[in-house]
Each structure stands twice: as C-alpha cells, then as structure tokens.
C-alpha cells in the first residue's frame, strides 16, 4: 500500500510539474520576443518566469529551502556546490540568474527547452576551444544585468564533500570590481527513507530515470543555501579558485560519509549495475 501511495504522489507531481511548465515556459517565450524592443524587459520577463518556476517545483516536490546569509543582487557572478539536477531551481527561488550547464542537457525532452528559454548557457566540459565564446556569453549576460552561476566542480557530488573546482570559466571573474559571490548547497532527506545521497545527490552515472523516480517518492526533502557574507577577489585565478573553494567547503554540511561513497564506487566498479539496481531496491542497504 505504501508503495501504491508513493507512486500515486509521484504521478501527481509530474502532472503538476508539466503544467507549471507550460506556463512558465509561455512566459519566458513571450518574454524573450520582447527582446527585440527592450533587453533588458527581456531579461526581467525571463528572470520572474525562471524564478515562478523553480518555487513552484519547489513546492510540487517537497522541498522545503532554507536560507542564510544575504542573497546577491544582479548583476553577479556567483560559485556553488553541484549536488542534483534540483540545484538550478533551488538557487532559482533565491536568484534571478541564468546558469551555465554541461551541453548534455540541451538535448534532454522538456527540460533542455525550458533551459534554452531562460538563455541557460551550455559549455562542453570536454573540450576548450569553445571557452572564448562562453566567457563572451557570460560578459553578455552580467552587461544585460542577469546574474550568471556556475558549478565550478564540473560534475555532481554524492554529498560527503564539496569535490575540487575547475578554474578556465572564472577567468572572466579575476579583478571584478563586485568580486565572486558563493553559495553552498547541502539537503537532508526524512528519516526512513531512501537515502539523501541516493534519492536526491545524482551521482556515479546514477540512471536518470530511476533516480528521479526515487526523488518524486520522497514525501519532502530539505534543501539549505548559504550565502556567503562577502565577495571573494582576487587577480590570480588559481588562487581565486582555491579561496572560492575554500569558502564553499567550509559551510558544506556533509549527508553521507566519505567512507560509504567510495565503497560504493568500488562495488560499482566491480559491478557497472550496481547503483541502478540500488535505486531499484533502495531499502536494500548493501549490508
């Protein structure tokens, strides 16, 4: 029966998920078209439908975000941890802001639209020689008065540590008059339930869909950011790098032990099937 009422919520969620979509996805259309008369109407127009969206699936899904610290203002440029998919909206209720995401999700159904909407820039991890344009498109969007965010990790933590930050994209941030803003992410699943590092981290090659389904399960998650109190500079972008991860380590709150995580990598590399079939049972603790 609990299972039954599981997926009975699941099923609503992404009812309400797709009609909130459509809605936002209009607005930040027409948004968008105004574009050719006033940029910066465009920019607002997209921001406010970005933001009606994330606190929406906020809510659709249960995720209950807690904040401290003050929350900058555009234009910024801000650095956080990368723990989910669910980061950008839960950064969205806060900040009115367009990410820069791995290329992969520009090809993903629904989302990849509604990313491309809201003027997400796209970067291939795997390659340099597009990093000139994405920087320009960076200095584009803090010129039109957009905050603009990265996840200088370069990949997903399963949340027993804020991994090391990649320095190329915070090249454009050295000597910045307003500096580098930074958040930290952390979440906490109900106890009894699958756990946060399985059902909400999306890590380890995870398959999407099982974990999303592990997600929408959940009856709440609870998501913090923190905002740190002050802009980091620095004209050394190695030493930027380093101070910027310093600053969002220090108030990472761990979820899972590093210990567990890299048994889990070993089974997984001696059993490639070992995390899709943990999301499939994920009361079978691995004992």
Same mark, same amino acid.
């Given at each position: 029966?609990?299972?039954?009422?599981?997926? $009975?919520?699941?099923? +609503?969620?992404? %009812?309400? @998920? =797709?009609?909130?979509?459509?809605?936002?996805?209009? *607005?930040?259309? &027409?948004?968008?078209?105004?574009?050719?008369?006033?940029?910066?109407?465009?920019?607002?127009?997209?921001?406010?439908?970005?933001?009606?969206?994330?606190?929406?699936?906020?809510?659709?899904?249960?995720?209950?975000?807690?904040?401290?610290?003050?929350?900058?203002?555009?234009?910024?440029?801000?650095?956080?941890?990368?723990?989910?998919?669910?980061?950008?909206?839960? $950064?969205?209720?806060? +900040?009115?802001? %367009?990410? @820069? =995401?791995?290329?992969?999700?520009?090809?993903?159904? *629904?989302?990849? &639209?509604?990313?491309?909407?809201?003027?997400?820039?796209?970067?291939?991890?795997?390659?340099?020689?597009?990093?000139?344009?994405?920087?320009?498109?960076?200095?584009?969007?803090?010129?039109?008065?957009?905050?603009?965010?990265?996840?200088?990790?370069?990949?997903?933590?399963?949340?027993?540590?804020?991994?090391?930050?990649?320095?190329?994209?915070?090249?454009?941030?050295?000597?910045?008059?307003?500096?580098?803003?930074?958040?930290?992410?952390?979440?906490?699943?109900?106890?009894?339930?699958?756990?946060?590092?399985?059902?909400?981290?999306?890590?380890?090659?995870?398959?999407?869909?099982?974990?999303?389904?592990?997600?929408?399960?959940?009856?709440?998650?609870?998501?913090?950011?923190?905002?740190?109190?002050?802009?980091?500079?620095?004209?050394?972008?190695?030493?930027?790098?380093?101070?910027?991860?310093?600053?969002?380590?220090?108030?990472?709150?761990?979820?899972?032990?590093?210990?567990?995580?890299?048994?889990?990598?070993?089974?997984?590399?001696?059993?490639?099937?070992?995390?899709?079939?943990?999301?499939?049972?994920?009361?079978?603790?691995?004992?």
């Amino acid at each position: 029966m609990k299972r039954f009422y599981r997926s $009975l919520r699941a099923a +609503l969620r992404l %009812v309400a @998920v =797709a009609l909130v979509t459509l809605f936002s996805y209009s *607005i930040a259309l &027409a948004a968008r078209a105004c574009g050719i008369f006033s940029r910066r109407f465009a920019v607002r127009g997209q921001g406010w439908a970005y933001q009606v969206w994330s606190k929406a699936l906020c809510r659709i899904f249960g995720v209950r975000v807690s904040v401290r610290g003050p929350a900058p203002k555009p234009p910024f440029f801000l650095v956080s941890n990368h723990l989910s998919y669910i980061d950008i909206f839960v $950064l969205g209720t806060q +900040l009115p802001c %367009v990410f @820069v =995401a791995k290329a992969e999700i520009d090809g993903w159904p *629904i989302f990849g &639209a509604i990313c491309r909407s809201v003027n997400t820039i796209f970067i291939d991890r795997k390659t340099k020689r597009k990093l000139p344009q994405i920087l320009a498109r960076i200095e584009e969007s803090l010129g039109a008065g957009q905050g603009v965010v990265i996840f200088p990790e370069g990949t997903s933590g399963a949340g027993d540590c804020v991994m090391p930050f990649r320095s190329p994209l915070l090249e454009l941030a050295m000597g910045s008059e307003g500096g580098v803003h930074h958040a930290t992410i952390s979440y906490r699943a109900p106890a009894g339930e699958t756990p946060t590092h399985l059902a909400v981290s999306w890590w380890g090659d995870m398959p999407l869909g099982a974990h999303l389904r592990e997600f929408l399960w959940l009856p709440y998650v609870e998501a913090s950011i923190h905002f740190g109190d002050a802009p980091v500079t620095g004209d050394d972008r190695k030493a930027l790098t380093a101070d910027l991860h310093r600053e969002v380590a220090a108030r990472f709150e761990p979820f899972v032990e590093t210990v567990e995580v890299q048994r889990l990598l070993r089974l997984k590399a001696e059993d490639p099937q070992l995390l899709p079939r943990v999301l499939r049972s994920p009361h079978d603790r691995f004992k």
